[in-house]
Protein backbone atom coordinates (compact mmCIF):
# COMPACT_ATOMS: atom_id res chain seq x y z
CA UNK A 1 0.00 0.00 0.00
CA UNK A 2 1.06 3.26 -0.96
CA UNK A 3 1.01 5.63 2.40
CA UNK A 4 1.49 9.14 2.40
CA UNK A 5 2.56 10.42 6.04
CA UNK A 6 2.48 14.49 7.13
CA UNK A 7 4.60 14.64 10.01
CA UNK A 8 7.13 11.65 9.12
CA UNK A 9 9.86 12.62 10.95
CA UNK A 10 8.81 13.69 14.14
CA UNK A 11 8.50 11.81 17.31
CA UNK A 12 5.62 9.62 15.98
CA UNK A 13 6.75 9.61 12.09
CA UNK A 14 10.69 8.38 13.21
CA UNK A 15 8.93 5.21 14.56
CA UNK A 16 5.89 4.96 12.07
CA UNK A 17 8.02 4.94 8.70
CA UNK A 18 10.66 2.44 9.08
CA UNK A 19 7.49 0.08 10.33
CA UNK A 20 5.29 0.59 7.58
CA UNK A 21 7.95 -0.25 5.32
CA UNK A 22 9.02 -3.16 7.22
CA UNK A 23 5.60 -4.56 6.52
CA UNK A 24 5.81 -3.89 3.05
CA UNK A 25 3.91 -0.18 2.29
CA UNK A 26 5.68 2.29 0.90
CA UNK A 27 6.23 5.99 2.37
CA UNK A 28 5.75 8.74 0.90
CA UNK A 29 6.29 11.67 3.55
CA UNK A 30 4.71 15.55 2.12
CA UNK A 31 7.12 18.12 4.15
CA UNK A 32 7.44 21.22 3.20
CA UNK A 33 11.29 21.58 3.78
CA UNK A 34 13.06 20.42 0.83
CA UNK A 35 15.93 19.58 3.19
CA UNK A 36 13.98 17.43 4.98
CA UNK A 37 14.38 14.51 2.14
CA UNK A 38 17.51 13.08 3.32
CA UNK A 39 15.71 12.62 7.08
CA UNK A 40 13.10 10.83 5.24
CA UNK A 41 15.34 8.50 2.72
CA UNK A 42 17.01 7.41 5.82
CA UNK A 43 13.93 6.43 7.55
CA UNK A 44 13.10 4.08 4.15
CA UNK A 45 10.75 6.76 2.63
CA UNK A 46 10.57 9.21 -0.18
CA UNK A 47 9.48 13.10 -0.27
CA UNK A 48 7.44 14.76 -2.00
CA UNK A 49 7.20 18.78 -1.80
CA UNK A 50 4.85 20.95 -0.83
CA UNK A 51 2.64 23.15 2.21
CA UNK A 52 -0.04 21.28 3.75
CA UNK A 53 -1.73 24.52 4.80
CA UNK A 54 -1.29 25.97 0.92
CA UNK A 55 -4.73 23.81 -0.70
CA UNK A 56 -3.35 23.87 -4.45
CA UNK A 57 -0.02 22.67 -2.92
CA UNK A 58 -1.81 20.03 -0.93
CA UNK A 59 -3.65 18.75 -4.47
CA UNK A 60 -0.77 18.45 -6.37
CA UNK A 61 1.30 16.61 -4.09
CA UNK A 62 -1.07 14.16 -3.16
CA UNK A 63 -2.54 14.20 -7.15
CA UNK A 64 1.14 13.50 -8.04
CA UNK A 65 1.44 10.23 -5.44
CA UNK A 66 -1.68 8.77 -5.48
CA UNK A 67 -1.93 6.92 -1.86
CA UNK A 68 -4.23 4.58 -1.15
CA UNK A 69 -4.10 5.86 2.53
CA UNK A 70 -2.87 9.43 4.22
CA UNK A 71 -1.71 9.39 7.56
CA UNK A 72 -1.65 12.98 9.28
CA UNK A 73 0.72 13.75 12.31
CA UNK A 74 1.81 17.08 11.33
CA UNK A 75 2.10 19.02 13.93
CA UNK A 76 4.58 22.60 14.61
CA UNK A 77 4.81 22.20 18.30
CA UNK A 78 7.77 24.04 20.32
CA UNK A 79 10.25 21.90 22.20
CA UNK A 80 9.73 23.80 25.08
CA UNK A 81 6.26 25.06 25.99
CA UNK A 82 4.94 27.87 28.17
CA UNK A 83 2.02 27.12 29.42
CA UNK A 84 0.70 31.17 29.74
CA UNK A 85 1.35 30.83 26.12
CA UNK A 86 -0.09 27.76 24.94
CA UNK A 87 -2.45 29.51 22.57
CA UNK A 88 0.44 31.29 21.05
CA UNK A 89 2.71 28.31 20.96
CA UNK A 90 0.38 26.16 19.04
CA UNK A 91 -1.24 28.90 16.61
CA UNK A 92 0.49 26.93 13.66
CA UNK A 93 -0.34 23.06 14.94
CA UNK A 94 -3.80 24.44 15.06
CA UNK A 95 -3.46 25.20 11.16
CA UNK A 96 -2.28 22.10 10.77
CA UNK A 97 -5.26 20.52 12.60
CA UNK A 98 -8.20 22.62 11.05
CA UNK A 99 -6.55 24.21 7.29
CA UNK A 100 -4.24 21.22 6.93
CA UNK A 101 -6.85 18.70 7.92
CA UNK A 102 -9.41 20.30 5.03
CA UNK A 103 -7.16 20.42 2.59
CA UNK A 104 -5.80 16.71 2.49
CA UNK A 105 -9.58 15.69 2.82
CA UNK A 106 -10.15 17.60 -0.03
CA UNK A 107 -7.60 16.40 -2.65
CA UNK A 108 -8.43 12.77 -1.19
CA UNK A 109 -11.78 13.07 -1.72
CA UNK A 110 -11.00 14.29 -5.40
CA UNK A 111 -8.50 11.15 -6.12
CA UNK A 112 -10.79 8.76 -4.15
CA UNK A 113 -8.29 7.66 -1.53
CA UNK A 114 -10.13 5.37 1.44
CA UNK A 115 -8.13 5.39 3.83
CA UNK A 116 -7.40 8.39 6.16
CA UNK A 117 -5.81 8.51 9.81
CA UNK A 118 -5.26 11.71 12.04
CA UNK A 119 -3.78 12.22 15.44
CA UNK A 120 -5.99 13.56 18.07
CA UNK A 121 -5.47 13.99 21.91
CA UNK A 122 -6.75 11.60 24.97
CA UNK A 123 -6.28 14.08 27.11
CA UNK A 124 -8.50 16.72 26.15
CA UNK A 125 -11.76 14.95 27.98
CA UNK A 126 -14.33 16.75 30.08
CA UNK A 127 -12.54 16.53 33.89
CA UNK A 128 -15.84 16.27 35.24
CA UNK A 129 -15.80 12.31 36.05
CA UNK A 130 -12.62 10.52 37.91
CA UNK A 131 -12.64 6.96 35.96
CA UNK A 132 -10.84 6.59 33.07
CA UNK A 133 -12.57 8.10 30.03
CA UNK A 134 -14.00 5.77 26.81
CA UNK A 135 -14.31 7.65 23.33
CA UNK A 136 -17.70 8.18 24.91
CA UNK A 137 -17.01 10.88 26.83
CA UNK A 138 -17.57 13.90 25.86
CA UNK A 139 -14.14 16.26 25.14
CA UNK A 140 -13.61 19.44 27.82
CA UNK A 141 -16.81 21.61 28.11
CA UNK A 142 -15.04 24.65 29.73
CA UNK A 143 -11.68 24.52 29.14
CA UNK A 144 -9.35 26.98 30.71
CA UNK A 145 -8.59 29.66 28.00
CA UNK A 146 -5.31 29.36 26.89
CA UNK A 147 -6.62 25.50 26.14
CA UNK A 148 -9.98 26.79 24.31
CA UNK A 149 -8.29 27.46 20.95
CA UNK A 150 -6.43 23.84 21.24
CA UNK A 151 -9.14 22.02 21.76
CA UNK A 152 -11.35 23.90 19.16
CA UNK A 153 -8.82 22.97 16.49
CA UNK A 154 -9.02 19.24 17.64
CA UNK A 155 -12.54 19.34 17.27
CA UNK A 156 -12.38 20.63 13.75
CA UNK A 157 -10.22 18.11 13.10
CA UNK A 158 -12.23 15.23 14.57
CA UNK A 159 -15.35 16.41 12.68
CA UNK A 160 -13.28 16.71 9.45
CA UNK A 161 -12.00 13.21 9.84
CA UNK A 162 -14.92 11.17 11.24
CA UNK A 163 -17.31 13.11 8.61
CA UNK A 164 -15.11 11.59 6.34
CA UNK A 165 -15.22 8.26 7.18
CA UNK A 166 -11.86 8.39 8.61
CA UNK A 167 -10.39 7.66 11.42
CA UNK A 168 -8.66 9.82 14.98
CA UNK A 169 -6.52 8.48 16.88
CA UNK A 170 -6.68 9.87 20.41
CA UNK A 171 -2.89 9.75 21.63
CA UNK A 172 -2.20 10.23 25.01
CA UNK A 173 0.70 12.33 26.90
CA UNK A 174 3.74 11.19 23.99
CA UNK A 175 6.67 9.73 25.25
CA UNK A 176 9.87 7.89 23.74
CA UNK A 177 12.94 9.18 22.17
CA UNK A 178 12.54 12.79 20.66
CA UNK A 179 9.79 13.60 23.13
CA UNK A 180 9.60 16.24 25.92
CA UNK A 181 9.78 13.40 28.09
CA UNK A 182 13.04 11.96 26.67
CA UNK A 183 16.13 12.44 28.42
CA UNK A 184 17.08 15.19 26.34
CA UNK A 185 13.62 16.50 26.24
CA UNK A 186 12.46 19.98 27.70
CA UNK A 187 10.03 18.24 30.23
CA UNK A 188 13.18 16.55 31.91
CA UNK A 189 15.65 19.13 31.42
CA UNK A 190 12.93 21.43 33.85
CA UNK A 191 12.54 18.22 36.06
CA UNK A 192 16.39 18.13 36.51
CA UNK A 193 16.36 21.99 36.94
CA UNK A 194 13.67 21.77 40.03
CA UNK A 195 11.55 23.59 38.11
CA UNK A 196 8.23 21.60 38.09
CA UNK A 197 6.72 20.94 41.36
CA UNK A 198 3.64 18.89 42.69
CA UNK A 199 0.69 21.36 42.45
CA UNK A 200 -2.48 20.88 44.54
CA UNK A 201 -1.42 17.04 44.87
CA UNK A 202 -0.70 16.36 41.89
CA UNK A 203 -4.01 15.26 41.10
CA UNK A 204 -4.21 15.53 37.31
CA UNK A 205 -4.36 11.57 35.92
CA UNK A 206 -1.57 10.92 32.69
CA UNK A 207 -2.32 8.34 30.39
CA UNK A 208 0.69 7.91 28.32
CA UNK A 209 1.57 6.68 24.82
CA UNK A 210 5.09 5.82 23.75
CA UNK A 211 5.54 6.90 19.75
CA UNK A 212 6.23 3.32 18.90
CA UNK A 213 2.45 2.03 20.34
CA UNK A 214 1.07 4.99 18.38
CA UNK A 215 3.12 3.81 15.29
CA UNK A 216 1.85 0.29 15.66
CA UNK A 217 -1.66 1.61 16.65
CA UNK A 218 -1.63 3.47 13.18
CA UNK A 219 -0.43 0.68 11.24
CA UNK A 220 -3.15 -1.78 12.60
CA UNK A 221 -5.73 0.80 11.53
CA UNK A 222 -4.36 0.89 7.78
CA UNK A 223 -5.65 -2.61 7.63
CA UNK A 224 -9.08 -2.75 9.25
CA UNK A 225 -12.12 -0.33 7.98
CA UNK A 226 -12.34 1.22 11.36
CA UNK A 227 -14.02 4.66 11.90
CA UNK A 228 -14.70 7.58 14.75
CA UNK A 229 -11.88 8.01 17.53
CA UNK A 230 -10.01 5.89 19.35
CA UNK A 231 -7.78 6.11 22.33
CA UNK A 232 -4.17 4.52 21.82
CA UNK A 233 -2.98 5.15 25.29
CA UNK A 234 -1.41 2.87 27.81
CA UNK A 235 -2.70 0.59 30.29
CA UNK A 236 -2.07 2.67 33.50
CA UNK A 237 -3.00 5.73 34.06
CA UNK A 238 -1.69 7.33 36.94
CA UNK A 239 -1.73 10.45 38.91
CA UNK A 240 1.31 13.01 38.53
CA UNK A 241 1.79 12.69 42.32
CA UNK A 242 2.43 8.89 41.42
CA UNK A 243 4.57 9.38 38.49
CA UNK A 244 6.71 12.62 38.59
CA UNK A 245 8.65 11.32 41.74
CA UNK A 246 9.52 8.82 40.12
CA UNK A 247 10.36 10.08 36.88
CA UNK A 248 12.48 12.78 38.86
CA UNK A 249 14.45 10.46 40.72
CA UNK A 250 15.08 8.09 37.46
CA UNK A 251 16.94 11.59 36.41
CA UNK A 252 18.90 11.71 39.41
CA UNK A 253 17.17 14.99 39.84
CA UNK A 254 15.55 16.12 43.29
CA UNK A 255 11.95 15.27 44.75
CA UNK A 256 9.21 17.49 43.38
CA UNK A 257 8.27 20.15 45.55
CA UNK A 258 4.98 20.82 46.34
CA UNK A 259 2.94 23.99 45.42
CA UNK A 260 -0.82 25.12 46.30
CA UNK A 261 -2.82 26.03 43.10
CA UNK A 262 -3.10 29.69 43.99
CA UNK A 263 0.35 30.52 44.04
CA UNK A 264 1.43 28.16 40.93
CA UNK A 265 -1.62 30.30 38.93
CA UNK A 266 0.42 33.16 39.38
CA UNK A 267 3.34 31.58 37.36
CA UNK A 268 1.90 29.38 35.44
CA UNK A 269 -1.93 30.42 34.71
CA UNK A 270 -4.98 28.93 34.43
CA UNK A 271 -3.81 26.42 32.31
CA UNK A 272 -0.46 25.26 34.01
CA UNK A 273 -2.66 24.34 37.05
CA UNK A 274 -5.33 22.45 34.87
CA UNK A 275 -2.74 19.96 33.91
CA UNK A 276 -1.45 19.84 36.84
CA UNK A 277 -4.35 19.17 38.42
CA UNK A 278 -7.32 18.42 36.51
CA UNK A 279 -6.63 16.07 33.81
CA UNK A 280 -8.19 13.03 32.95
CA UNK A 281 -6.91 9.22 32.18
CA UNK A 282 -8.09 7.33 29.67
CA UNK A 283 -9.08 3.53 28.33
CA UNK A 284 -7.76 2.03 25.74
CA UNK A 285 -10.08 -1.15 25.25
CA UNK A 286 -11.86 -0.14 22.40
CA UNK A 287 -8.56 0.45 20.08
CA UNK A 288 -7.51 -3.27 21.93
CA UNK A 289 -10.28 -4.73 20.59
CA UNK A 290 -11.42 -2.98 17.04
CA UNK A 291 -7.64 -2.80 16.00
CA UNK A 292 -6.05 -6.24 17.21
CA UNK A 293 -3.72 -3.97 19.30
CA UNK A 294 -2.29 -3.78 22.31
CA UNK A 295 0.76 -1.47 23.77
CA UNK A 296 4.30 -3.12 23.90
CA UNK A 297 4.54 -0.25 26.90
CA UNK A 298 1.94 -1.18 29.14
CA UNK A 299 2.88 1.27 31.91
CA UNK A 300 4.12 4.39 32.04
CA UNK A 301 7.00 2.54 34.38
CA UNK A 302 8.38 1.44 30.90
CA UNK A 303 7.52 4.03 28.39
CA UNK A 304 8.07 6.84 30.58
CA UNK A 305 11.52 5.92 32.11
CA UNK A 306 12.77 3.88 29.62
CA UNK A 307 16.36 4.70 29.14
CA UNK A 308 16.54 7.89 31.96
CA UNK A 309 19.03 5.92 34.79
Known sequence: MRVLVTGATGVIGRQLTPLLTSVGHEVVALTRHPGAAASVKALGGRAVIGDLLDKQQTKLAVGMVQPEAIVHMATAIPRAINPRRLAADFATTNQLRTLGTRNLLSAAADIGVPRFVAQGLAYAYDPAEPRPATEDDPLWQNPPPQFAPVLEALRQLERLTIGAGGLVVRLGHLCGPGSIYAPDGSFAEQVRAGKVPLVGGGTAVFSFTHAHDAATAIVAALDRPVGGALNVVDDDPAPMSEWLPAYA??????????APAAMARLAVGG?????????RGADNARAKALLDWKPRYGSWRTSLLEGLA
Open 271 to 279: WGVAFMTRL
Open 249 to 258: QALHARAPKS
